[in-house]
DNA sequence: CAGGATCCCTAAGGATACTG
DNA sequence: CAGTATCCTTAGGGATCCTG
């Protein structure tokens, strides 16, 4: 238990700081379909059917989704035409979505080991080990969770 | 775009490799409020009426959702009992509940620079440095989205 | 303190049909 | 291909009241 965990667990809600990142991120991103609209981006996955259809979700909820997905800015909507073709729309991510992507892949290795699923590895590209997703300070160290603390602006915690 | 980035955006579904972790987490996993009680949880909440009033829900929706958490395994129920009182129960982290913890960091982190939180840091404790979530390789490689890549069991992908 | 019961409202999302 | 429109079901969750 940490110092901070001690203090920040007497207290009525998350008070000392408004409401909590956590409790704003799920609100703007915090549906399945949402999820995993940000994986098919990243995977390369750009267009409205290819979406509606690899996620597996109907189109309704696509276009709602990608909306929503593109009024916060994790996704961006660009023109492009084929030739013989009227222009069109596709979503690719933005830099806020990239960065979302640790979310995403720390639900897919936690669901990894929850669920036994060993056919599926993260894997860092070239170098060809696996990869993880960790928690690190700058000093380089890995940081365990009994090691992790939350601190308010200012105040020593 | 990793190769297989690539190889996956050619398919219909999910279908390599049957239903994705992301997807069963969410669905275990994916509310706000369940994500708000991990969060406490690890903060060292154990209290049925302190996860109520910190995560700012209904006793009705607090006693749903811990309930949904002691099932999947993320925490346990254990007896406790004050002098003088009956036993009562309350909620702890088990290991699997303590392994989701880089997926409730990873949205803190995210939330925090989207909504430009600047109060809030994540350090470790003892060394004091600031901690981000982050994907390294097992070569200690800090992996790059673009180095990222999802591997299926036995392909080279 | 730790819930359960009841009622009600809203959002997510499936199914189906229709458009440019 | 890229949507929009309509209808319907289910789950999350607030409000209120009651119990051991």
Redesign the pocket.
């Known amino acids: 238990m940490t110092v901070l965990q001690g203090r920040l667990a007497d207290r009525d809600s998350w008070s000392p700081v408004g409401r909590c990142p956590i409790e704003k991120t799920m609100g703007l991103v915090g549906?399945?379909?949402?999820m995993l609209i940000m994986r098919e981006a990243f995977y390369g996955t750009t267009?409205?059917?290819?979406f509606a259809r690899r996620v597996?979700?109907?189109?309704?909820?696509t276009?709602?989704?990608?909306?929503e997905l593109v009024d916060a800015g994790l996704l961006a909507k660009q023109p492009y035409q084929e030739p013989g073709q009227r222009s069109?729309?596709?979503y690719v991510l933005t830099e806020q979505g990239t960065a979302f992507m640790p979310v995403v892949w720390a639900m897919f290795e936690w669901g990894r080991g929850y669920f036994e699923d060993t056919r599926l590895r993260l894997s860092h590209q070239g170098c060809g080990a696996e990869a993880t997703v960790e928690i690190r300070c700058a000093d380089g160290h890995h940081v365990p969770p009994e090691e992790l603390a939350v601190r308010v602006a200012g105040r020593r915690t």
Chains 1, 2 share one sequence.
């Open positions: 549906t399945k379909s949402a267009r409205f059917d290819d597996g979700i109907t189109k309704a909820a276009s709602a989704r990608l909306s069109r729309d596709e």
